[in-house]
C-alpha cells in the first residue's frame, strides 16, 4: 500500500480493530446513547420547569456519573459473553484441529456489544416514551405489562396492561419523539465514530509504541473509575444528589439503574414467598372485608379492583378555610411519656422508668417541688403549646422507622415490614397528599438536615413522584449552619424552615412544607449552650438532654414566626416519626407498644379561628399517623369524592367529642409484630414466635382461638391479621390506587 493510500484510509492493518479497541468503542456509544436520551428528554422538563443555571449543571454532571457506570457494567457483561463464546469456539476449533487467532475474540466482543447495545437502545427507547406520557423513568406499570405478556390469564387485563397498550397504539404521540430521539443518537455516534477513527486510534497506537504498558493501564483504570461511577458512593450517588427540584432530579437518574431496581423489586418479593406469607395470615377475599368493615361501615367500595378505593361524604368533618397553607413538623423520635415531665438531678442515675412507662396520660409538672433549682422541666415550650392545641394524647405512629412513618403520614396507608414501601415500591401508584395539594395549587416542599437519601430509603424518588416539587437536604444549607451528630442541630434546621416560609409567602399561591428534626436521634448529639442543657450534659439518659435542647429550639422557632406573622391563615401540625428508638418499657409489651407512642398537636393560626371550629383542649380517643392527611384534605375543603386512604378525618374533634371508635393498626419492622390498638385495650402480634399480647397478658394462637377466650378479642385478633394481610397484598398488587383511571374523578 501506498504512502497516499495510507493516508486516505486511517485504517490500515496496523489499525486493526483488536478487543481492547472494541471494547472503547463501544464502552463510549453506550454512554453517548444515554447522554443523547437525557438531552433529548431535557426540553420535556424545561416545559415543567425553567432550571436555574446550577441546576441544569448538577442534573448533566450525576447523569453523566449514572450513564458512566450503566456503560461500564454494559460493556462487562459484554465482554464476558464475548470470553464465553469465544472460549467455547476455541474448544471446539481446538477439537477439530483447526488453529483459531485472538482476533476471534475481537470479533466476538464486536458482536457481544452489539447485542448489548440494542438492548440498551431498547431500554432507552421505551423510557424516553414514559417520561414524555408522565415525566417519569419506567416504572412498575411497564414490568407488569411485561409480567402479563408473559404469563396471559384468562382473568380481565389488569389496569397496567390496559394503560400500557393504549398507549402504545397511540403511534402518532410517541411516533414523532421516537423519530427525534433517534436522530439525536444518531448524530452523536456518528461524531463519535469520526473522532474515534481520525482521532482516538491513530493516537492510542503512537502511545502503545511509546510506552506498551500505558494503554493497558489506563484502560484498567477508566474502567475502574466507570465501575465506581466516579463517586464513593457508587450508582446510588445519583439518589443522594443535591438537586431540590423534583423534575431534574428525577431526569438525573439514569433510566436502567432505575429500571433495574424497580424489576428487582417487584420480582424479588415474590420469589421470597411473601405473598404467600400473607395468604397464610387469612384468605385475601376475607381480610379484604374485613378490612373494609374497618376503614368504613358505612361507605361503599365499587371497585374490586382496588378493594380500598372508597366513596367520600365530603360534607362531613370540620372546615376551617379554603386552602390554608401547611405547616406539618415530624419531630425525629418524640415519645409523648416524656412529656410534662421534670427530671431531678439528684435522682441517680436515669428518669424514674416505672413512673415514665407506667403512666399512659399526661400528669403535667411532677408534684414534688423540693430542691427545684436540681430539677430541669423537660419540654416546658412543649407543655404550653399543649395547651394552645388540639392535642390527642392516645396517638400513634404506624411503624417504627422514619420512612414508614413519612409513608403512612404523607399517603394514608399502613406501615409494612420488610424493606419500607418507599425504598422498594416508590414506582407503584399511590393518592398521598402532596399530589391531591398540587391539582389544588400548592406550592410543596420538604427541608431536610440530613442527606435525601442517606438511609438509602429513597425517600427523593417517592415524592418526586408523589407531587412534591422540591426537596431541600442538607447540601442546601448556608455554609455557616451548624452541624453535629447525623446532621444539621435541630436549630439550623428551623432557622432554615424560617428562610422558607418567608420566601413561601412572598407568592399568593398556598403552600405546603414540612420537615422533619434530627437532633433526638442517637446518639443524640446536640449543642450544649444554655444552663438546661450544660447541667443534663452529664446525665446518663442522653435523650432527655437532646429533648430539652429540641423545646428550646422550637420555642425559638415557633415564637418567632408567630410574633413576626409569619403563621397567618396557617395550620400547624406537630408530631412524631416513632417513638424512642431503644424501645424501652416495663412490662415487654409496654417497650414493645413504646416505639408507637408519639403526641399530634394541632394548631391554628388565629386568622382561621372561629369560635365554632376550634377550641384548644386534650382528645383522649385513638387516633394514628394514617389520619393526618384525610384530616388536613377536610380542613383546607380539598378532600376528593373517592380515595383509598385507611385512615380517618379527625377535624371533627376540632369542636366536639367524636371518634369513639377509631382503632390504630400499627407495624414494627424491629420486632417482626402487628398490632392493633382501641381505647380499651392494645394487642401485638409477634409473627416469629407466634405470640399474641393483649396488655400485659401473652396468648398462644390456640389461646385466642379457644372458646372461652374474650369474644371481642378475638374480633380484634381478626381484624388485625385482616389489615395485615389485606393491605400488604393490595400494596404488593399495585391495586391501592391507579391515577390512569381514577384521576378524573377526584
Avoid at 223 to 248: C, K, N
Avoid at 501 to 530: A, N
Amino acid at each position: 500500500m501506498s504512502t497516499m493510500d495510507k493516508r486516505m484510509n486511517p485504517v490500515d492493518v496496523n489499525t486493526a480493530w483488536s478487543f481492547r479497541r472494541t471494547l472503547v468503542f463501544w464502552w463510549m456509544v453506550f454512554i453517548i446513547v444515554q447522554q443523547a436520551q437525557r438531552l433529548f428528554l431535557l426540553p420535556e422538563a424545561m416545559s415543567v420547569e425553567m432550571p436555574t443555571s446550577g441546576t441544569l449543571i448538577t442534573t448533566l454532571i450525576a447523569g453523566l456519573r449514572a450513564d458512566v457506570f450503566v456503560a461500564t457494567l454494559s460493556i462487562g457483561a459484554a465482554a464476558l459473553l464475548a470470553t464465553i463464546g469465544f472460549m467455547g469456539n476455541r474448544v471446539l476449533a481446538q477439537s477439530q484441529n483447526i488453529s483459531t487467532g485472538f482476533r476471534l475474540h475481537a470479533r466476538w466482543m464486536m458482536a457481544s456489544s452489539l447485542l448489548v447495545g440494542l438492548l440498551l437502545m431498547g431500554l432507552l427507547t421505551i423510557d424516553m416514551g414514559y417520561y414524555v406520557n408522565n415525566k417519569q423513568h419506567l416504572d412498575f406499570v411497564f414490568f407488569e405489562y411485561l409480567g402479563n405478556l408473559m404469563t396471559p390469564t384468562a382473568e380481565t387485563p389488569s389496569e397496567a396492561s390496559l394503560q400500557t397498550t393504549t398507549e402504545l397504539q397511540d403511534t402518532t404521540k410517541w411516533g414523532p419523539k421516537l423519530l427525534g430521539l433517534f436522530t439525536v443518537q444518531a448524530l452523536m455516534l456518528i461524531g463519535w465514530w469520526y473522532g474515534f477513527v481520525r482521532l482516538v486510534m491513530p493516537a492510542a497506537i503512537r502511545i502503545k509504541a511509546a510506552f506498551p504498558n500505558v494503554i493497558t493501564l489506563g484502560l484498567i483504570g477508566l474502567l475502574v473509575a466507570g465501575a465506581s461511577g466516579l463517586h464513593p458512593y457508587g450508582p446510588w450517588a445519583v439518589q443522594r444528589v443535591s438537586i431540590s427540584s423534583s423534575v431534574y432530579y428525577i431526569l438525573a437518574q439514569n433510566p436502567v439503574w432505575y429500571a433495574s431496581e424497580t424489576m428487582l423489586s417487584t420480582y424479588l418479593f415474590g420469589g421470597l414467598g411473601e405473598t404467600s406469607r400473607f395468604l397464610t395470615v387469612l384468605p385475601q377475599a376475607e381480610a379484604i372485608r374485613t378490612s373494609q368493615a374497618v376503614l368504613a361501615s358505612e361507605q361503599t367500595f365499587p371497585y374490586p379492583q382496588y378493594p380500598f378505593v372508597k366513596t367520600v361524604d365530603t360534607n362531613h368533618g370540620a372546615k376551617i378555610a379554603d386552602q390554608p397553607n401547611i405547616l406539618l413538623l415530624f419531630l425525629e423520635g418524640l415519645d409523648r411519656r416524656y412529656l410534662g415531665r421534670t427530671l431531678n438531678l439528684d435522682h441517680p442515675p436515669h428518669l424514674d422508668m416505672k413512673f415514665i412507662y407506667h403512666t399512659k396520660q399526661y400528669q403535667g409538672v411532677d408534684s414534688d417541688a423540693s430542691n427545684a433549682s436540681r430539677r430541669i422541666q423537660l419540654t416546658p415550650f412543649l407543655d404550653r403549646f399543649r395547651q394552645r392545641s388540639i392535642y390527642f394524647e392516645n396517638f400513634f405512629t404506624s411503624g417504627d422507622q422514619t420512612a414508614r412513618g413519612l409513608f403512612a403520614t404523607l399517603c394514608s396507608y399502613h406501615s409494612k415490614l420488610g424493606w419500607t414501601t418507599m425504598r422498594t415500591r416508590y414506582t407503584h401508584d399511590f393518592l398521598c397528599l402532596p399530589s391531591l395539594l398540587e391539582r389544588a395549587g400548592y406550592r410543596n416542599e420538604m427541608v431536610l438536615g440530613q442527606n435525601r437519601d442517606r438511609s438509602y430509603d429513597h425517600l427523593g424518588l417517592f415524592l418526586a413522584r408523589n407531587g412534591l416539587h422540591e426537596l431541600l437536604d442538607s447540601s442546601d444549607f448556608p455554609p455557616e449552619a451548624t452541624r453535629l451528630g447525623l446532621g444539621m442541630t435541630d436549630g439550623a434546621l428551623f432557622d432554615f424552615l424560617r428562610s422558607r416560609i418567608e420566601h413561601l409567602r412572598q407568592s399568593d399561591r398556598p403552600y405546603f412544607l414540612t420537615t422533619l428534626t434530627v437532633s433526638t436521634h442517637p446518639p443524640y448529639t446536640v449543642p450544649v449552650d444554655h444552663p438546661d442543657l450544660q447541667a443534663l450534659h452529664i446525665h446518663d439518659d442522653r435523650y432527655a438532654l437532646a429533648l430539652r435542647y429540641l423545646d428550646l429550639q422550637f420555642e425559638r422557632f415557633f415564637t418567632g414566626l408567630e410574633n413576626e406573622g409569619l403563621l397567618e391563615n396557617t395550620v400547624v401540625f406537630v408530631l412524631g416519626d416513632h417513638g424512642r428508638h431503644e424501645g424501652f418499657g416495663i412490662p415487654d409489651v409496654e417497650a414493645k407498644r413504646s416505639r408507637f407512642t408519639s403526641p399530634l398537636y394541632i394548631w391554628i393560626d388565629p386568622s382561621l379561628r372561629t369560635e365554632s371550629n376550634y377550641t384548644p383542649r386534650v382528645i383522649s380517643s385513638v387516633a394514628s399517623q394514617v389520619d393526618i392527611t384525610p384530616t388536613i384534605l377536610t380542613m383546607a375543603g380539598l378532600m376528593p369524592k373517592i380515595a383509598p386512604f385507611v385512615g380517618h378525618d379527625l377535624s371533627c374533634a376540632l369542636t366536639s367529642d367524636c371518634l369513639h371508635d377509631n382503632v390504630a393498626f400499627v407495624a414494627s419492622a424491629h420486632d417482626d409484630l402487628i398490632g392493633i390498638i382501641d381505647q380499651d385495650e392494645t394487642l401485638l402480634y409477634w409473627l416469629e414466635r407466634d405470640a399474641l399480647y393483649v396488655d400485659d397478658v401473652v396468648l398462644t394462637n390456640q389461646d385466642i382461638t379457644n372458646p372461652n377466650v374474650n369474644p371481642q378479642q378475638k374480633e380484634k385478633y381478626k381484624r388485625m391479621l385482616g389489615m395485615y394481610a389485606s393491605s400488604n397484598m393490595l400494596l404488593e398488587q399495585n391495586r391501592i390506587w391507579s391515577w390512569n383511571k381514577f384521576s378524573g374523578e377526584l
